[in-house]
């Protein structure tokens, strides 16, 4: 299996002079839900219009965590997962991983082919639906933060990959660990027709973005 994956160790030195900031900017776990239920909503919007079915996309559970802490907190150490990996390059920039057990992946693929079971699902479909979801849905919860903090925030082209879930995330450990001191996961979960499928999306935030959107979020904490 293969787990490599072209990451972008670049600027490091610029991203961890900010990472003594107070922590007083820190991401509000409630600010996230919002962020991740419009995203969500909007997902759903674009997957429904493509293939003229009501998909429901909900977001049961997000959480915040040092990126280090991630394999053991979901415990999945040799499953076989697919994962599809985006970068923002900008200052307000972060990586995002989409990913999925093999199973839920093609039911996902099932899904948006309209095939009859994962059965008549193929390797270049299941990577084709992956990929057009991913733009969908990672788009989307960019588009809520974005609009969120009034920044534009534009993502690189997809890129793929099948291994364990431990040896994928490792890949990342490498540069999270000097760039970035919370990952926000939003658990994700997709409705259609009675089925349904699940995968989590990683955004690990560069320390600039992370403390615009605490920034930002401080006037309507204040006002809870």
């Known amino acids: 299996m293969n787990s490599q994956i072209n990451i972008d ?4 030195s610029d991203s961890k002079e900010t990472a003594d900031v107070s922590v007083a900017q820190e991401i509000n776990l409630g600010i996230l839900l919002e962020l991740g239920s419009i995203g969500a909503g909007h997902a759903a ?5 493509i293939i003229q079915q009501q998909i429901l996309i909900d977001v049961p559970k997000i959480h915040k ?6 394999p053991n907190f979901y415990n999945r150490h040799d499953i076989p997962t697919i994962a599809i990996y985006l970068q923002l390059t900008s ?11 093999l199973t839920e992946a093609k039911k996902i693929a099932a899904m948006m082919t309209f095939a009859n079971s994962i059965e008549e699902i193929d390797l270049e479909m299941e990577t084709s639906a992956l990929h057009e979801l991913a ?10 933060i974005s609009d969120f903090i009034g920044i534009s925030l534009l993502p ?8 364990t879930f431990d040896a994928i995330i490792d890949v990342f450990l490498i540069k999270q660990s000097m760039l970035a001191e919370d990952a926000m996961i939003f658990e994700t979960r997709f409705k259609r027709q ?22 930002k979020s401080k006037p309507i904490i204040e006002l809870k």
Request: aromatic share 6%; glycine share 4%.
């Open 9 to 12: 160790l670049k600027n490091e």
């Open 135 to 144: 733009n969908i849905l990672i788009g989307s919860f960019l588009t809520a």
């Open 156 to 163: 690189s082209t997809p890129q793929s990959i099948v291994d």
């Open 91 to 101: 200052k307000f920039g972060c990586d995002i991983l989409l990913t999925f057990e």
């Open 45 to 49: 919007t674009a997957l429904s219009d």
């Open 194 to 215: 009675g089925e349904d499928a699940k995968c989590i999306l990683m955004i690990f935030p560069s320390q600039e973005l992370k403390e615009l959107i605490a920034e």
């Open 65 to 70: 965590i040092p990126p280090h802490l991630i």
